[in-house]
T-cell receptor
Framework: DQQVKQNSPSLSVQEGRISILNCDYT??????FLWYKKYPAEGPTFLIS?????DKNEDGRFTVFLNKSAKHLSLHIVPSQPGDSAVYFC????????????FGTGTRLTIIP | DAGVIQSPRHEVTEMGQEVTLRCKPI?????LFWYRQTMMRGLELLIY????????DSGMPEDRFSAKMPNASFSTLKIQPSEPRDSAVYFC???????????FGPGTRLTVL
């Protein structure tokens, strides 16, 4: 049972345009959400997070939006740069005081120069 | 500051051999996580520790897998005996209890022949 889903395995975006990566979840107990970026042969790198009490969090070129009623979150990157080409994972944590993160399967983002 | 350190980066072994993966978390972090990444199952949590105590080992696939954290700066994941299906990239991550974010090491790529 995949509780965190990233339905798009890949996405290609022109440099300078907006990249939008999507993530859906099924567990209503999730209260904290994170996005990670992963380059080949490296570990995932934390990008940005959002608590369930917010609907938006922004950090430079990265913005995460959370729609709790739809159980959906998205990561916006604007403007997209070649260095943003990587695999992006969303992750979620339950509010039971558990530190455990559940990860999606990832979306490979390719920025076209 | 040094990030999470894992060793070895690559390990090739034969079926039936014992394999030990090592992790040094970021100084000051008090939670530690072991993940496994495969094409079929994605990134899955094996076990995590808070303050050196194992909290959730429900992701450990079977008794052949064991993990220890003898002190705040060192953890091991052992597979004995190893099998070809254990071939994967194993990540260690650390964080602070309650803060949500986890910081990943570069991973150990394990190949069991």
């Amino acid at each position: 049972d995949q509780q965190v889903k990233q339905n798009s395995p890949s996405l290609s975006v022109q440099e300078g345009r907006i990249s939008i990566l999507n993530c859906d979840y099924t567990n209503s107990m999730f209260d904290y959400f994170l996005w990670y970026k992963k380059y080949p042969a490296e570990g995932p790198t934390f990008l940005i997070s959002i608590s369930s009490i917010k609907d938006k969090n922004e950090d430079g070129r990265f913005t995460v939006f959370l729609n709790k009623s739809a159980k959906h979150l998205s990561l916006h990157i604007v403007p997209s740069q070649p260095g943003d080409s990587a695999v992006y994972f969303c992750a979620a944590r339950s509010n039971f005081g558990n530190e455990k993160l559940t990860f999606g399967t990832g979306t490979r983002l390719t920025i076209i120069p | 500051d040094a990030g999470v350190i894992q060793s070895p980066r690559h390990e090739v072994t034969e079926m039936g051999q014992e394999v030990t993966l090592r992790c040094k978390p970021i100084s000051g972090h008090n939670s530690l996580f072991w993940y496994r990444q495969t094409m079929m199952r994605g990134l899955e949590l094996l076990i995590y520790f808070n303050n050196n105590v194992p909290i959730d080992d429900s992701g450990m696939p079977e008794d052949r897998f064991s993990a220890k954290m003898p002190n705040a700066s060192f953890s091991t994941l052992k597979i004995q005996p190893s099998e070809p299906r254990d071939s994967a990239v194993y990540f260690c991550a650390s964080g602070r209890v309650g803060e949500g974010e986890q910081f990943f090491g570069p991973g150990t790529r394990l190949t069991v022949l």
